[in-house]
């Protein structure tokens, strides 16, 4: 099982959510969410669902991007430890 699946049932679990809870938060199915849990998703999730995840459970969005290697490899770089996320945050904190 990849390393998305394992943590965003941990993060689930650590949280008191069933799936069918965690669905109704992140408005993802729940068929979806435990194909995600068992690695069973297929062709890759999209960024959106990762992110509404990540929100519902309260985690880190950018943490779950990187693990669910939807970042594209130029960007991967940027997001492989907390101090780099960090920046990141920082960034997209930041208006022009």
Known sequence: MDAFAVRLRIDRENAGL????L??????????????????????????IVSALAKAL???????????????APLKGLLTDA?????VR?????RP
Request: net charge neutral.
């Open 18 to 21: 069933t799936v069918r809870q």
């Open 23 to 48: 669905a109704d938060q992140s408005q993802i199915s729940f068929s979806y969410i435990t194909k995600i849990e068992t690695g069973r998703v297929g062709s890759g999730i999209s960024p959106r």
């Open 58 to 72: 309260g985690c880190d969005e950018l943490d779950y991007l990187y693990l669910s290697d939807v970042v594209p």
């Open 83 to 87: 101090r780099s996320r960090s920046f």
């Open 90 to 94: 920082a960034l997209l904190g930041t």
